[in-house]
Nanobody, 121 residues
Framework: QVQLVESGGGLVQPGGSLRLSCVAS????????MGWYRQAPGKQRELVAN???????NYADSVKGRFTISRDNAKNTVYLQMTSLKPEDTAVYYC???????????????WGQGTQVTVSS
């Protein structure tokens, strides 16, 4: 089994900062990519940022210059540093990972349970 556990969400004022963390644990051979998605009420889940095993990153246009994704491969952990937060960043943030559980197994996609981020004065 593989688990993704997120932490770091909460309530913050506009212009503030938060740091999300997600740890992958369990039977893991390799992790191809890790990332963050978010879903606001009444909207579809959308990619916020991801980072592949080589270190390349990808960001949604709406967060470029404000959010930074990073990864600690030794700890199977991905971080999302969020700055200059706006009310429109309010959503449930989900950790996502593409993981191979053994060298002979295909890559599978896993999701965390989500963490609420609320930006409000």
């Amino acid at each position: 089994q593989v688990q993704l556990v997120e932490s770091g969400g909460g309530l913050v004022q506009p212009g503030g900062s938060l740091r999300l963390s997600c740890v992958a644990s369990g039977s893991i051979f390799s992790i191809d990519a890790m990332g963050w998605y978010r879903q606001a009420p009444g909207k579809q889940r959308e990619l916020v940022a991801n980072i592949i095993s080589g270190g390349s990153t990808n960001y949604a246009d709406s967060v470029k210059g404000r959010f930074t994704i990073s990864r600690d491969n030794a700890k199977n952990t991905v971080y999302l540093q969020m700055t200059s937060l706006k009310p429109e960043d309010t959503a449930v943030y989900y950790c996502n990972a593409r993981i191979r559980r053994a060298f002979y197994r295909p890559v599978q996609e896993y999701w965390g349970q989500g963490t609420q981020v609320t930006v409000s004065s």
